[in-house]
């Protein structure tokens, strides 16, 4: 019984941390290690976010 109710709690927490009180979608870019290759990706990702509309801060946070 206790085994149940520690999973549904977990799973309701779970749930409830995926919840944002914020309007604005969270992008997560991780690059593990400075290397040019990847600068010149990320910064080509960054670019179309910004054609496609997604301005970092304005409708969309990009961290």
């Known amino acids: 019984m206790k085994k ?4 549904a709690l977990s ?3 779970i749930l409830l ?3 944002q009180t914020d309007s ?3 992008i997560g870019v991780a690059q593990l290690v400075d ?11 960054l670019d179309e976010f910004e054609e496609l509309g997604y301005k970092d801060g304005e409708n969309v946070v990009i961290d």
Do not use: E, F, H, Y
């Open 35 to 45: 290397q040019t290759s990847l600068n010149i990706i990320r910064d080509a990702m």
């Open 4 to 7: 149940k109710l520690l999973a």
């Open 17 to 19: 941390a995926g919840c």
């Open 24 to 26: 604005k979608p969270v």
């Open 11 to 13: 799973a309701s927490a």
